[in-house]
């Protein structure tokens, strides 16, 4: 069976599991490199990672590239490229070019480039254009330019793919599922363990734990660019889907905790757990998680505590993290805890000393993902 190249980009310090997912989905040949992996795959291998991978932000095409030196050799790779074998001229497209040490001057004009390439092949096969749709595309065409190297890429996801299509109502900067799904997977949290969100917003970390205990596709809930690609089977997609189907559980009370003091984001986490229908799942509580007690003997804790960008945010925050130490002594003794923030006096402020630390990216933020043992007994940390 031919394979063809894929690449699935992924926040920054979540290749690793990332490469574990995929294998686990049937990929082959999977290569890790920064803010992604590769893998090898058929159309529907490309299809099963769009529909359950929890990690990958989006799943890209390998169809063209080579060597480049200047914008006129980047207008012959997309010429040799057969766009018309891909997709229909009726499609509409969108051009986005990335580089990194670059000789071109401008990926603007490298995107309007490439796109008259690709015009240029429908007209000549067909004498026909495909129109070009900056806001909702049916194709999006991805460029990716190093030093001297080009890869023209075909996304399949459409909407990336931590667009999951459950949530409705937000709180303030929600974190990406894919983050959320990620760091679980980082923490090593299975369905059987409780885990608890200390302050829990609109509820990511809780709804993607639900997922994945109860076997649910996180791409269960919408639709994908690949449909709208020559080669899509109908047929062999509904066996896919059908297959995750017969997996899912039947939802039921979990050992998931969340709490939060702002009644606006609790609000939001209610509604999108009674959209998704996995409210009877997960146990939720209004108030300050200082007031609150452990809900087991032992778990995970795993919490994006808020972080400052304002000096009466910083003085706000080096309050509360003191208080959140405390607090973990107090209560949590026999849990783990696991702490994503940008704000890196956290490790300090604390006055916790973590077991471990991991760099991840939440967006355009570098941040960290503290790991604190709160230990029973004796040995727990002063």
Request: proline share 6%; hydrophobic share 40%.
């Amino acid at each position: 069976m031919h394979l063809d190249r894929f690449f699935a980009p992924c926040p920054r310090g979540l290749e690793a599991v990332l490469s574990d997912e995929l294998v686990a989905l049937g990929a082959q040949d999977v290569a890790p490199t920064d803010g992604g992996v590769g893998f090898s795959g058929s159309f529907d291998t490309m299809m099963t990672v769009n529909l359950h991978s929890r990690i990958a932000s989006r799943v890209l095409w390998r169809v063209g590239g080579g060597r480049y030196r200047d914008e006129r050799d980047l207008y012959q790779l997309a010429r040799q490229v057969d766009w018309p074998q891909y997709f229909d001229v009726s499609r509409t497209i969108k051009v986005k070019t990335d580089a990194v040490k670059s000789p071109v001057k401008s990926i603007d004009f490298v995107s309007l480039t490439i796109k008259d390439a690709v015009c240029d092949v429908f007209r000549e096969r067909g004498g026909e254009r495909p129109s070009v749709d900056t806001h909702t595309p049916d194709m999006r065409i991805h460029v990716f330019l190093s030093g001297s190297d080009a890869a023209l890429y075909l996304d399949t996801s459409g909407e990336p793919l931590f667009k999951r299509g459950w949530r409705i109502a937000t709180g303030d900067a929600p974190l990406r599922e894919n983050l959320a799904a990620g760091i679980l997977r980082l923490t090593g949290w299975t369905p059987d363990v409780p885990l608890l969100d200390p302050m829990c917003g609109s509820g990511t970390f809780l709804v993607e734990a639900a997922m994945i205990a109860l076997d649910w596709a996180p791409g269960a809930c919408r639709h994908f660019a690949f449909e709208k690609l020559s080669g899509f089977r109908p047929a062999a997609w509904q066996q896919i889907t059908d297959a995750a189907i017969a997996r899912e559980k039947q939802a039921r009370p979990l050992p998931l905790f969340g709490i939060d003091r702002d009644p606006a984001a609790l609000a939001a986490a209610r509604q999108n757990l009674a959209h998704i229908q996995l409210d009877d799942c997960i146990t939720l509580s209004d108030g300050d998680f200082l007031d609150g007690h452990a809900p087991a003997a032992g778990g995970v804790i795993v919490s994006n505590p808020p972080y400052g960008v304002r000096l009466d945010e910083m003085d706000r925050l080096a309050l509360l993290y003191p208080q959140l130490g405390h607090w973990l002594k107090r209560e949590m003794a026999g849990w783990t805890a696991y702490l994503l923030t940008a704000d890196l006096r956290l490790a300090k402020m604390i006055r916790l000393s973590p077991s471990r630390r991991t760099p991840l990216r939440n967006g355009a933020l570098d941040c960290r993902l503290f790991e604190f043992r709160m230990i029973s007994g004796s040995n727990r940390p002063a």
